[in-house]
């Protein structure tokens, strides 16, 4: 039971390049979302899932898109990265009402 | 949309003092609190939480309170010990938003030995 699995763990783009974060979970959680962390500005919510084949925007999505074509997988996609996107980046998943699981986060650098 | 605050942002305690913690919130239909500790590199884990038909709650060391009249809850660590300095989160979420948290801004603890 691996719980929530993200990859890659560390990531170094260069401006404009695309890139894909993976997320997986084995809880057969209904929900999942994609979350960045910065320095003292706590965890945003860029995008999330309420089931297989949802997807919704939430407080950070401009510069991201995600696709849930399964129910135990949440893409995170960088377009055309910028250094603004420099961050840790956790993937969580849960049952409705119910606390998250994170995954053990992704430090992505665009340089 | 919910808005969480989350005092203070930092806070340093001498080992075996207590701490608290505290956040508030602005959408009286949120009804579930979680708090997340975040130890250095590692990923945030669900210590405690709270529902609104419950005022307090407990767990070994550590308790949460919610006060639904005034929208604020708290975490109290007592019998503090160095293995509990971390960033503490809260959150809260109201039903029809996905279950979407909506987190606080996150305090240091620092436990001195």
């Known amino acids: 039971n691996a719980g929530v699995t993200q990859t890659p763990k560390f990531r170094v783009l260069k401006t404009g390049q695309s890139m894909t974060l993976l997320c997986a979970q084995d809880m057969n959680h209904e929900y999942m979302y994609w979350y960045r962390q910065d320095p003292g500005m706590g965890l945003r919510l860029i995008h999330y899932s309420v089931g297989e084949g949802t997807t919704a925007k939430g407080e950070v999505p401009d510069g991201y898109n995600v696709s849930r074509l399964k129910k135990q997988n949440f893409l995170l996609g960088l377009e055309s990265a910028a250094p603004s996107q420099t961050s840790v980046y956790f993937c969580a998943s849960s049952w409705y009402s119910s606390g998250y699981t994170f995954g053990s986060g992704t430090r992505l650098t665009v340089v | 949309g919910e808005n969480v605050e989350q005092h203070p942002s930092t806070l340093s305690v001498q080992e075996g003092d207590s701490a608290v913690i505290k956040c508030t919130y602005s959408d009286s239909a949120s009804n579930y609190f979680p708090w997340y500790k975040q130890e250095l590199g590692k990923r945030p884990q669900l210590i405690i939480d709270?529902?609104?038909?419950?005022g307090e709650k407990k767990d070994q060391r550590i308790a949460v309170t919610l006060n639904k009249t005034a929208k604020h809850f708290s975490l109290h660590i007592t019998e503090t010990q160095p293995e509990d300095s971390a960033v503490y989160f809260c959150a809260a979420t109201s039903p029809n938003t996905g279950n979407q948290f909506y987190f606080g801004t996150g305090t240091s603890l620092t436990v001195i030995p």
């Open positions: 709270i529902r609104s038909n419950v």
